[in-house]
Each structure stands twice: as structure tokens, then as C-alpha cells.
């Protein structure tokens, strides 16, 4: 993964070993995570917001990448340190 910039600030992203799977998203807010959809990462990101019994959070925009909703019952995961 590239590193990932957050105001102006470079915050490397982890590789692919040293990812795990984040079952509480309610705790996710302010990390910088891979996203998931059966197995395959769709996007890396911060997690600017996520809803009190994190069943969804939302990613920060990032460049062209628009700020983006993950909703969990869509068989999303999202992976961490």
C-alpha cells in the first residue's frame, strides 16, 4: 500500500502481514484502514466517521476518491493494525 496523507501529514499504511481483521468498526474512527468485499480490497482509507453500533462508517476523501459510505450488512470487512 502507499503511504497516506492526512493533513498534510504522512502516515504510513501497514502491509498486507501485518493487517487484521477489525470486528468492532465502532472503534475504527481516526485509523487509517483497508477495506474489503469478499476478500478483495477495494480501497484503503481514513475512517473520518462511524455510526454508534458501527454497522457503518465512512471514509475521508482522499484525492479523487470521493468521501465514501461502508456499510458492514453489504459483506464489507475493513482490516487494521
Not at 484503503?44 to 457503518?56: N, P, Y
Not at 465514501?68 to 493494525?81: A, N, P
Request: no cysteine.
Amino acid at each position: 500500500m502507499n503511504d497516506y496523507y492526512v493533513a498534510g501529514v504522512v502516515r504510513p499504511a501497514a502491509s498486507g502481514s501485518d493487517l487484521r481483521l477489525r470486528d468492532d468498526w465502532s472503534l475504527a474512527k481516526g485509523q487509517v484502514v483497508e477495506v474489503r468485499h469478499f476478500n478483495l480490497p477495494t480501497r484503503t482509507g481514513l475512517v473520518e466517521d462511524v455510526t454508534a453500533d458501527g454497522s457503518i462508517l465512512w471514509l475521508a476523501a482522499d484525492g479523487p476518491a470521493t468521501r465514501t459510505l461502508v456499510d458492514r450488512s453489504e459483506g464489507y470487512e475493513i482490516w487494521g493494525e
